[in-house]
């Protein structure tokens, strides 16, 4: 049996359906508003109550931020190892060491026993115009 709907909702055989229910735009958006405001106190709520954690590991980071200071065209350079001090996290002390065959470049406060939180990589260490040997870079943070 063919049927379609006409505008007043009866059918060409002249049976009547019922109306579908609709919901009022102001009751739904009350409604997704009341689940938003739910959602954002609840994460709110929680992320409060969950300390940060202290002890994330910054020396990678610390690592990327003072070879891209020290390094010149891929090689670094002593020289410039002062300058790595500013690149430390704020209310970290740092310590930069560089090795390189038997010389060994450090900048920074002395490293405590306990400082686990350390991070180094091979890199190209220039002695000399010209003379370029391989060395590490090595950086350490603590409290």
């Known amino acids: 049996m ?83 001090m500013t690149r430390g996290p704020d209310g970290r002390r740092l310590n930069v060491t560089l090795t390189a065959s038997d010389d060994v470049w450090t900048v920074g406060p002395a490293v405590p026993q306990e400082a686990t939180d350390r991070a180094s990589r091979l890199v190209s260490v220039r002695l000399s115009p010209g003379q370029v040997e391989p060395g590490r870079l090595t950086v350490v943070v603590w409290s």
């Open 2 to 84: 063919l049927s379609s709907w006409t505008r007043d909702g009866a059918t060409r055989t002249g049976e009547r359906r019922q109306a579908r229910a609709q919901t009022s735009p102001v009751a739904a958006l009350a409604a997704l508003f009341a689940v938003c405001a739910g959602l954002s106190l609840y994460v709110t709520v929680l992320g409060g109550s969950i300390p940060l954690l202290e002890d994330r590991a910054v020396a990678d980071p610390t690592l990327d931020r003072v070879h891209d200071v020290i390094d010149d065209g891929g090689v670094v350079d002593a020289e410039r190892l002062p300058d790595a």
